[in-house]
């Protein structure tokens, strides 16, 4: 198990959430909010995601640095090397949250689930937690016209660029963030330079088209316009108006405010530079 401080908090933990908290949607965030009414609020996640082949919202790293944000002062990461995944409740809290942790207060979603076969809910688990003398709170879930709103749902949200969907689920645009790097140099040529970054493929995203956006590049934020798409890797390719300055290898942000439209192929080059210009006064 891995310790990584993020608030140069060293101390064993007061109180702990568990969870993956991918997408740190608008649920996780009520999770957290009762997690920080302790001292050396704490979070033990997992990595890789515990279900195989889960599509990513958020990177791992993306997800550290929102709980930095957050104000959360450390997390404990538990790996496949750990020998974790598959150990049964009993022995989980036992050889983890007393005999590694220390922890008396747990904070836990009302999904919450554990166990080889994820046969314990959060019910059966703070009934075990509490013969051991550790309080566990459960937040119940939060729903959205009486749907809970969950990573699931936000994963098939992005799949469909229900863009709208995503931010009340969230509380905040959807955003992937990474380094640029050099692409083909296209847009260039057509005299729109983008910033160009390469999504890992344990992610999921929009679907492929062009997305209105916000790109945040140093702390600062700009109106932009999105390309997603590509054959053998997906790119995502932003263009900034008016922006001429060399970023490469810094990191960006995207923010993905609503989809324009789908991807198409164009007759000739000028009917391309038309669709672009097009879009970009649909973006800003």
């Known amino acids: 198990m891995h310790k990584i401080y993020l608030n140069h908090q060293k101390n064993p933990p007061k109180a702990l959430a568990i969870g993956v908290f991918d997408g740190l949607h608008l649920g996780h965030y009520n999770i957290i909010d009762e997690l920080k009414k302790h001292d050396i609020s704490s979070i033990l996640s997992f990595y890789p995601h515990p279900r195989p082949n889960t599509k990513l919202i958020l990177s791992f790293s993306e997800r550290l640095r929102k709980f930095k944000q957050l104000g959360i002062n450390q997390v404990f990461v538990i790996t496949k090397k750990d020998a974790v995944f598959g150990m049964n409740t009993n022995d989980f809290i036992k050889k983890i949250l007393i005999n590694k942790l220390f922890v008396k207060n747990i904070i836990v979603g009302e999904d919450f689930r554990l166990g080889k076969n994820r046969d314990t809910n959060a019910l059966i688990f703070k009934e075990l937690c509490s013969k051991e003398g550790i309080n566990v ?10 749907k809970k709103i969950s990573s699931t749902t936000i994963r098939e949200f992005l799949e469909k660029a229900r863009m709208l969907e995503l931010e009340e689920q969230l509380g905040r645009y959807y955003s992937i963030s990474g380094i640029i790097a050099k692409g083909k140099g296209i847009g260039g040529k ?34 932009s316009v999105t390309f997603i798409g590509g054959m053998d890797r997906t790119v995502i390719e932003t263009h900034i108006p008016n922006f001429d300055s060399n970023i490469y290898y810094k990191r960006i942000s995207i923010c993905f405010i609503k ?18 210009k097009e879009d970009i006064k649909n973006s800003v």
């Not at 992610?203 to 088209?209: A, R």
């Open 190 to 223: 057509l005299g729109f330079k983008t910033a160009n970054i390469y999504p890992s493929k344990k992610m999921v995203l929009p679907c492929h088209g062009v997305y209105k956006t916000l790109t945040n590049i140093d702390d600062k934020e700009y109106k």
């Open 137 to 146: 709170v459960i937040i119940k879930d939060l729903k959205i016209d009486d």
């Open 259 to 276: 989809k324009i439209r789908d991807i198409k192929k164009f007759n000739s080059t000028a009917e391309l530079i038309l669709a672009i």
